[in-house]
């Protein structure tokens, strides 16, 4: 499951239909094994992932150069941006108050940013979503290593490093 995740974002990075495969795959898993472990929130998540990569997969094969590359979007209204983060913040916060989490408000900023990350990259094709995915990504590094579970915040360190590689080659795209 990690190894179909990790290859499904280095593909988008790229801006390779690819990416599609390996994620519809890897979300339907992560559904299962997330379910199982009682990680409901993971799973509900793992759910919108794999809703937004079946939208995503035709809007991404609609928006193609004659080259086969596609076609990203430069311009994101940072208002709204910044709006939905905050609103979803406080939503997911005032949940994971309720249920007793931990690093509350980092928490929900994590995964408020993830949910308008994955909004604007896969559905809309906005270069910005890399910038969201880099914010959510160190915040993960930092969660992780604070509930002592270095590995998997190694993993958020090199999906960050992604981001950045995904940002410099979205930029490329939409030239």
């Not at 208002?79 to 905050?86: K, M, N, P, R």
């Not at 910038?131 to 993993?155: C, D, E, H, R, S």
Request: no cysteine; charged share 10%; glycine share 10%.
């Amino acid at each position: 499951m990690s190894f179909l995740g990790v290859a499904g974002v280095i593909l988008i990075a790229y801006g390779r239909q690819e990416n599609f495969l390996f994620n519809i795959v890897q979300n339907i898993l992560n559904v299962v094994v997330s379910s199982k472990s009682k990680l409901f929130g993971d799973a509900a998540m793992a759910i919108y992932y794999l809703g937004t990569q079946l939208f995503g997969y035709d809007i991404w094969r609609k928006h193609r150069g004659k080259d086969g590359h596609l076609i990203t979007d430069n311009r994101t209204d940072w208002s709204v941006v910044i709006a939905a983060v905050l609103l979803g913040g406080v939503a997911l916060g005032g949940l994971s108050y309720v249920l007793g989490g931990t690093y509350i408000i980092l928490d929900a900023f994590n995964n408020s940013t993830a949910i308008v990350a994955q909004y604007l990259q896969i559905i809309k094709r906005k270069r910005s979503g890399w910038l969201l995915w880099a914010a959510t990504n160190l915040v993960g590094v930092y969660i992780w290593f604070g509930v002592a579970q270095p590995q998997i915040a190694i993993m958020y360190f090199v999906f960050t490093v992604n981001s950045l590689r995904g940002y410099i080659n979205w930029n490329q795209l939409s030239k």
